[in-house]
């Protein structure tokens, strides 16, 4: 069942499928469209209206967004350990990973917009702080879930997120010291991190 995605190298949430996909062993299915979101002739309207990358077409045309539900669609494409546990609290702890993991990049990439569009002295500066207080705050979540074991070094569509947000900010936060005073996130991240999905899909600019 050959796949299109929609793709970029930089978006953490498209890095969401593509490890998704390479944790399912359904890489070899999927071909990686690289699409620039801002730039109106790449049809990416047509895939997702909302305009935004990731976007999965199926080989019947018809499409789907946003990361969660590719996710969870490839999740149901191949046999083999869930990422996704179909029921029970499980079920809603792995999903509220996710969201808190969604959550740090919507607030990280916010920032990211508020920098790149205004030169520095007219930057909102509450805002900026006002978003990366959620990020910390989600970051301080992690720290204690991972303290109380409720957080393994398995892939779940949980775990496989908050690799994605904590990847991210090393890429464009590089000044953010969020390891400082999460020993655990740091420790569990460095081991998740070498998982041959997560190394082999590392964000990069273009060159
Ligand atoms: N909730 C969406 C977020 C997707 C998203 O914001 N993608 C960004 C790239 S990192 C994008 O395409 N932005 C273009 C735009 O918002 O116009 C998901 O999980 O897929």
Sequence with gaps: MPMKLRFS?????????????????????????????????????????LGKVPALVL????????????????????KGRKLIPARGPKRFATLKLQATADGVLDAAILVMGERRQ???DKQHQPFIEKQMKKVGNALDSFERLLEA??????????????GCALGYLDFRFPDYKWRKGRPKLARWYKSFAKRPSMAGSVPKDAA
């Design 118 to 120: 205004r030169p520095e």
């Design 9 to 49: 190298p930089t978006s953490p949430y498209v890095r969401k499928v593509v490890v998704t996909a390479a944790e399912k062993g359904l890489a070899d299915q999927l071909t990686l469209v690289k699409t620039n979101a801002a730039d109106p002739a790449s049809g990416l309207e047509r895939d997702n209206p």
């Design 59 to 78: 080989e019947d045309g018809s499409s789907l967004f946003d990361s969660p539900v590719i996710c969870e669609y490839l999740d149901g494409q191949a």
């Design 149 to 162: 074991k409720q957080i393994g070094r398995a892939p779940t569509i949980g775990t496989i997120s908050m």
